[in-house]
């Protein structure tokens, strides 16, 4: 692998970990203070200190309001690095056969207002990287993003409007139960 390529990689990778470790500090800082918060609240309503443990084992046990949320964010933390990674490679995989330039693809039916006048623009990886690409957390949507960045030169279907995944999903399920 030719060094320029090892040394974007390892940057990716860099970042990717800050990207991760951050979000993880920021989610147990946040459920620290919500326990504490809680708890001073039982304790200064009087409810006794086995009350309180009862009442944050229920929630741990039920995945309720304080460890639910927490759940809620490791597993959107976990999403947020595999899409990350995968743009990464992808990235890579198209750099390998010369793509320049990328094309924004969003997401479909409940695309945000960030990304709908996205769709169809046309730009480098970095200029993407600059502007926000999808799922980096610039847009109301943030890393819920649906859309996607391909390779400009694509000519396949529906590439001049939004995808709607949903009524695609749809098409191809009856299009591969037509073919058995």
């Not at 970042?15 to 001073?40: F, M």
């Not at 976990?78 to 995989?93: C, F, G």
């Not at 730009?123 to 799922?135: D, K, S």
Request: aromatic content about 6%.
């Amino acid at each position: 692998m030719p060094e320029d390529k090892k040394d974007r990689l390892a940057k990716a990778l860099a970042s990717l970990e800050i990207i991760i470790a951050t979000s993880l500090s920021a989610t147990a800082t946040k459920t620290a203070l919500d326990i504490a918060e809680l708890v001073n609240s039982l304790t200064l309503s009087g409810m006794s200190n086995e009350s309180i443990k009862a009442t944050l084992l229920t929630d741990l046990k039920s995945g309720g309001r304080i460890f639910g949320t927490y759940r809620n964010a490791i597993k959107g933390t976990t999403e947020s690095a595999i899409h990350l990674a995968s743009s990464e490679a992808t990235r890579s995989v198209f750099e390998n056969r010369g793509v320049k330039e990328y094309v924004w693809m969003t997401g479909g039916g409940n695309t945000c207002p960030d990304c709908l006048p996205r769709h169809g623009q046309v730009q480098t990886w970095e200029q993407w990287q600059i502007a926000g690409a999808p799922r980096s957390g610039f847009s109301v949507c943030r890393h819920h993003c649906g859309c996607t960045l391909i390779p400009s030169t694509y000519k396949g279907e529906q590439i001049n409007e939004p995808l709607y995944r949903t009524k695609r999903i749809k098409e191809l399920r009856k299009k591969y139960a037509e073919s058995r």
